[in-house]
C-alpha cells in the first residue's frame, strides 16, 4: 500500500478515472430517479379513481379488452375466410392479450391505445356489408377506448413531456442512452 501512495502517477490516473466514472454513475442514478418519480406521479393519476366515473385505468382498460373481444368473437362469427381478416384477427388478439397483461397504468394506458388501432384495423379489413353487422361492437370498442383516451390524456401529455424534458440535452440524453433510461415511452 505504501508503494502505490508513493507511486503520483498511477495515483493521480485511478483519481481521474475514479472521477471520470463517478458523474455518469450518479446522472445516471439520479435521472433514473427523477424518471421513476415521473412514472409513479402519472401511476398514481392512473390508478386513482376518477369522481366523474370513479373508474381507473384497470377498470376502464378491461371494457375495451371485452369490447374488442366481442368484435373479434362476432367476426369470425361471419364466417369470412379473407387472408387478410385472419391476420388482422391474430393481430387483435394479439393486442388484447398484451392489453391484458399489463401490469402498470402506462402499460395500460399504451397497450389501449394499440388495441383500439388492432381494432380499427381489424373492422376495416370486412366487406362493407360485414362491417354493418360489425358496428354496434365497433363503436361500443372506441367508445370504451376514446373515455380513456379523454379521461387520461392531459396527465399523459403531462408524463411525456416530463420524462422527456428528463432525458434530453447533454449529458441527460447520453446518460439515458447509456443506461437504458427512458426508453418505450
Do not use: W
Amino acid at each position: 500500500m505504501k508503494k502505490l501512495a508513493k507511486n503520483v502517477p498511477l495515483c493521480t490516473v485511478i483519481l481521474v478515472l475514479v472521477a471520470i466514472l463517478a458523474v455518469p454513475l450518479l446522472g445516471a442514478l439520479k435521472l433514473s430517479s427523477a424518471y421513476r418519480g415521473a412514472e409513479r406521479q402519472f401511476e398514481k393519476i392512473l390508478t386513482t379513481p376518477f369522481a366523474a366515473n370513479n373508474k381507473d385505468i384497470g377498470s376502464d382498460s378491461l371494457k375495451v379488452i371485452n369490447a374488442a373481444k366481442t368484435l373479434l368473437d362476432k367476426g369470425r362469427q361471419l364466417g369470412n375466410d379473407s387472408a387478410v381478416i385472419e391476420d388482422r384477427g391474430r393481430e387483435l388478439l394479439e393486442a388484447i392479450e398484451n392489453c391484458e397483461a399489463a401490469k402498470t397504468g402506462v402499460q395500460k394506458y399504451l397497450t389501449c391505445e394499440a388495441l383500439d388501432s388492432a381494432a380499427e384495423r381489424y373492422y376495416n379489413a370486412f366487406s362493407a356489408d360485414d362491417r354493418d353487422a360489425l358496428k354496434d361492437d365497433k363503436q361500443r370498442a372506441d367508445t370504451y377506448y376514446h373515455t380513456i383516451k379523454n379521461t387520461y390524456r392531459q396527465a399523459y401529455a403531462a408524463y411525456t413531456q416530463q420524462t422527456s424534458e428528463l432525458v434530453s440535452g447533454f449529458p441527460a440524453a447520453q446518460i439515458a442512452g447509456l443506461f437504458g433510461i427512458g426508453g418505450g415511452k
